[in-house]
T-cell receptor, first 112, second 109 residues
Framework: DSGVTQTPKHLITATGQRVTLRCSPRSGDLSVYWYQQSLDQGLQFLIQYYNGEERAKGNILERFSAQQFPDLHSELNLSSLELGDSALYFC???????????FGQGTRLTVV | QKEVEQDPGPLSVPEGAIVSLNCTYSNSAFQYFMWYRQYSRKGPELLMYTYSSGNKEDGRFTAQVDKSSKYISLFIRDSQPSDSATYLCAMGSPSKIIFGSGTRLSIRP
């Protein structure tokens, strides 16, 4: 168990809908990362938050947004969902930016 | 040019062989170097972490970093069928961690 908790584990929703994925980092970790992994694809970096502030952005679509709350948990919001958004979404946390990161088990999103 | 390049494989070797996995990177800002193992769509699991050039050993695993060449490697000795997984290299800077695309490894009994 990495100590990073993601909910829900599975999510099935229709095109055009909006969903929220939740991540609780390891105790004491200030940095949270979100990644997308499509079928047979590598991990695509979406966004990083550090202590409540956005630190870095990767290939995140404008339909997607994220935030990190004062208790350090983070949420990834995906809106106007398309079939191509179906993927595994992973959250990872680290004590500081860029150091070893620990992953949650992911949320499997299926858009139908 | 991608910031991190990793051969996707697949790589298939017999049990007991030494496995060599490699990545190259282009961004000199990377300070931390990691290897992760991912089993069948589970969350990646941290295997090795280092921040300096040279070798770091942990059991059957050895991570090697050459910052001058921007090249990192993971060696697995006495490979076992349970090592069959996707291995991802990762590079970290204070602002982000970037992953390679992963190498799919299969160890044949």
């Amino acid at each position: 168990d990495s100590g990073v908790t993601q909910t829900p584990k599975h999510l099935i929703t229709a095109t055009g809908q909006r969903v929220t994925l939740r991540c609780s980092p390891r105790s004491g970790d200030l940095s949270v990362y979100w990644y997308q992994q499509s079928l047979d694809q590598g991990l695509q970096f979406l966004i990083q938050y550090y202590n409540g502030e956005e630190r870095a952005k990767g290939n995140i679509l404008e339909r997607f947004s994220a935030q990190q709350f004062p208790d350090l948990h983070s949420e990834l919001n995906l809106s106007s969902l398309e079939l191509g958004d179906s993927a595994l979404y992973f959250c990872a946390s680290s004590a500081q930016g860029g150091t070893e990161a620990f992953f949650g088990q992911g949320t499997r999103l299926t858009v139908v | 040019q991608k910031e991190v390049e990793q051969d996707p494989g697949p790589l298939s070797v017999p049990e007991g062989a030494i496995v060599s996995l490699n990545c190259t990177y282009s961004n000199s800002a990377f300070q931390y170097f990691m290897w992760y193992r991912q089993y069948s769509r589970k969350g990646p699991e941290l295997l090795m972490y280092t921040y300096s050039s040279g070798n770091k050993e942990d059991g059957r695993f050895t991570a090697q970093v050459d910052k001058s060449s921007k090249y990192i490697s993971l060696f697995i000795r006495d490979s076992q069928p349970s090592d069959s997984a996707t291995y991802l290299c990762a590079m970290g800077s204070p602002s982000k961690i970037i992953f390679g695309s992963g190498t799919r490894l299969s160890i044949r009994p």
